[in-house]
T-cell receptor, first 110, second 114 residues
Framework: GENVEQHPSTLSVQEGDSAVIKCTYS??????FPWYKQELGKRPQLIID?????GEKKDQRIAVTLNKTAKHFSLHITETQPEDSAVYFC?????????FGPGTRLSVLP | GAVVSQHPSWVICKSGTSVKIECRSL??????MFWYRQFPKQSLMLMAT?????????EQGVEKDKFLINHASLTLSTLTVTSAHPEDSSFYIC??????????FGQGTRLTVV
């Protein structure tokens, strides 16, 4: 089955700097790659997603890149703000089958 | 976006009792819902797939007799943790995919078994 790895597990950046989180997946059938932000004790919220027919997608300060050949995708957050502090999960999905990465705890230091 | 409502948001129960968690799709019909378990500082692990009108599909290692799932209508799935023990304490989250791809999550239920 699908296996999703995510790095780093923790990341601390200064406010205003960029943050990059990387994920790899194993199943070439996966064709949908969402990223979720989860604040403590709350539900995961979709922040951006990308499909396998696209290499890059951007939404304001957030961007995601996908390399299908290498089976990896990355989340890029620019001009980080303290409210970006949370746990971020990547996922690889095929149909309704979602497999989540282990998560990255991002801390943005003021 | 679509709304998935989960209730209760937190529950404390005594060891040996059963707890029911509800997951409702408020503005769409969900023939399939998903139940996840999340331990502190860990990722979401799929427990089971709830199918309306039929039996749930459980992931390997999840006891179907302990985690009873009922999906009796197109807007409601329930997860009952039977004979709960302290090791069952966790954050349980449901999700549904109204459009077939984007997953929407319930608020989650923090279960503490004492």
């Amino acid at each position: 089955g699908e296996n999703v790895e995510q790095h780093p597990s923790t990341l601390s950046v200064q406010e205003g700097d960029s943050a990059v989180i990387k994920c790899t997946y194993s199943d070439s059938a996966s064709n949908y790659f969402p990223w979720y932000k989860q604040e403590l004790g709350k539900r995961p919220q979709l922040i951006i997603d990308i499909r396998s027919n696209v290499g890059e997608k951007k939404d304001q300060r957030i961007a995601v890149t996908l390399n299908k050949t290498a089976k990896h995708f990355s989340l890029h957050i620019t001009e980080t703000q303290p409210e970006d502090s949370a746990v971020y999960f990547c996922a690889a999905a095929y149909g309704q089958n979602f497999v989540f990465g282990p998560g990255t705890r991002l801390s943005v230091l003021p | 976006g679509a709304v998935v409502s989960q209730h209760p948001s937190w529950v404390i129960c005594k060891s040996g009792t059963s707890v029911k968690i509800e997951c409702r799709s408020l503005d769409f019909q969900a023939t399939t819902m998903f139940w996840y378990r999340q331990f502190p500082k860990q990722s979401l692990m799929l427990m089971a797939t709830s199918n309306e009108g039929s039996k749930a599909t459980y992931e390997q290692g999840v006891e179907k007799d302990k985690f009873l799932i009922n999906h009796a209508s197109l807007t409601l799935s329930t997860l009952t943790v039977t004979s709960a023990h302290p090791e069952d304490s966790s954050f349980y989250i449901c999700s549904a995919l109204p459009g077939g791809t984007e997953a929407f999550f319930g608020q989650g239920t923090r279960l503490t078994v004492v």
